[in-house]
């Protein structure tokens, strides 16, 4: 993981070298699409307002829950007491993501939806908003933690969440299984080099020309760029955008040539 000096830096040089979409840069009218109509779209939608407040009170939360650590490897290893109040605060997707992620759900109109890592369950509420007719399979190893997040999803009246409990090592292939195609995926889990690629090589096995895969914090450390890096290489993805805190992959097979956009956000 990067210091945050290091971090700092990487964003600094981000916003100082990124398209902001106008002008020259941005020569894909996919991409162009994408920026003004989802990116830039500044609309507020109906469930906004309650997810934020279940934010807010996970914040202030103080009661104390076991997390296991998934440590080196990804094995369930020390279970530590944590606030929920510090998961809230560290963990999980800030707004301005979270709210990216429910419009870029709520354009592309995906039918089947995985994410990795539910943690208390805020972008999953997003991404159920987003698409209430989706399949929405969220993926999470902390029991104690998977157990507040599917309280979230009733207290929001949302139905339409499968959480699938345990080590992504174990049920992502069972998942991925049971799944003809995925047509949005989030990988918000375990932010390491090989455990990231895994999950992108399992994934694109069950992906078409129009699946979207997000994958967080592609900068947050050099393991993660690296995987990053060797994403954006293979063959069938045709075009991917970095936000500096998430990246998004494409498999346009309308999209001839590749191309990689790092777009200001
Ligand atoms: C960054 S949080 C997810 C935040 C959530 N997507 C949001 O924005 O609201 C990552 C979650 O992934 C879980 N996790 C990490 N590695 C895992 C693994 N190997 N198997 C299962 N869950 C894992 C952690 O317990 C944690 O709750």
Same mark, same amino acid.
């Given at each position: 993981?990067?210091?945050?000096?290091?971090?700092?830096?990487? +964003?600094?040089? +981000?916003?100082?070298?990124?398209?902001?979409? @106008?002008?020259?840069?941005? #020569?894909?009218?996919?991409?162009?699409?994408?920026?003004?109509?989802?990116? $830039?779209? %500044?609309?507020?939608?109906?469930?906004?307002?309650?997810?934020?407040?279940?934010?807010?009170?996970?914040?202030?939360? $103080?009661?104390? *829950?076991?997390?296991?650590?998934?440590?080196?490897?990804?094995?369930?290893?020390?279970? #530590?007491?944590?606030?929920?109040?510090?998961?809230?605060?560290?963990?999980?997707?800030?707004?301005?993501?979270?709210?990216?992620?429910?419009?870029?759900?709520?354009? +592309?109109?995906?039918?089947?939806?995985?994410?990795?890592?539910?943690?208390?369950? *805020?972008?999953?509420?997003?991404?159920?908003?987003?698409?209430?007719?989706?399949?929405?399979?969220?993926?999470?190893?902390?029991?104690?933690?998977?157990?507040?997040?599917?309280? $979230?999803?009733?207290?929001? $009246?949302?139905?339409?969440?499968?959480?699938?409990?345990?080590?992504?090592?174990?049920?992502?292939?069972?998942? *991925?299984?049971?799944?003809?195609?995925?047509?949005?995926?989030?990988?918000?889990?375990?932010?390491?080099?090989?455990?990231?690629?895994?999950?992108?090589?399992?994934?694109?096995?069950?992906?078409?020309?129009?699946?979207?895969?997000?994958?967080?914090?592609? #900068?947050?450390?050099?393991?993660?760029?690296?995987?990053?890096?060797?994403? @954006?290489?293979?063959?069938?993805?045709?075009?991917?955008?970095?936000?500096?805190?998430?990246?998004?992959?494409?498999?346009?097979?309308?999209? %001839?040539?590749?191309?990689?956009? *790092?777009?200001? +956000?």
């Amino acid at each position: 993981m990067y210091s945050s000096t290091q971090l700092a830096f990487k +964003y600094l040089k +981000y916003r100082l070298t990124a398209s902001n979409g @106008k002008g020259h840069g941005v #020569h894909s009218p996919f991409v162009f699409e994408f920026i003004t109509k989802v990116l $830039n779209d %500044k609309s507020s939608f109906d469930c906004f307002q309650a997810i934020e407040s279940l934010r807010r009170e996970l914040k202030n939360n $103080n009661s104390r *829950i076991s997390v296991p650590d998934f440590g080196a490897g990804s094995r369930m290893q020390l279970q #530590h007491k944590r606030k929920i109040s510090a998961i809230a605060n560290s963990s999980l997707k800030p707004k301005k993501y979270s709210q990216l992620i429910f419009r870029i759900v709520h354009y +592309y109109n995906p039918h089947t939806i995985l994410e990795l890592g539910t943690s208390l369950g *805020i972008t999953t509420s997003y991404l159920a908003c987003a698409n209430p007719q989706a399949i929405l399979i969220t993926m999470e190893g902390a029991p104690e933690v998977a157990a507040i997040a599917a309280t $979230n999803f009733k207290t929001l $009246n949302l139905s339409n969440i499968k959480i699938v409990e345990g080590n992504f090592d174990t049920t992502l292939p069972s998942v *991925i299984h049971q799944l003809s195609s995925i047509d949005f995926a989030f990988i918000d889990g375990n932010h390491r080099k090989e455990p990231t690629l895994n999950y992108f090589y399992r994934l694109i096995n069950v992906s078409k020309p129009s699946t979207i895969l997000v994958f967080d914090d592609i #900068h947050w450390s050099m393991e993660m760029e690296q995987a990053w890096v060797e994403i @954006k290489q293979h063959p069938s993805v045709t075009l991917t955008i970095d936000l500096f805190f998430i990246g998004l992959v494409f498999f346009r097979t309308e999209q %001839k040539i590749k191309q990689d956009f *790092i777009i200001r +956000y």
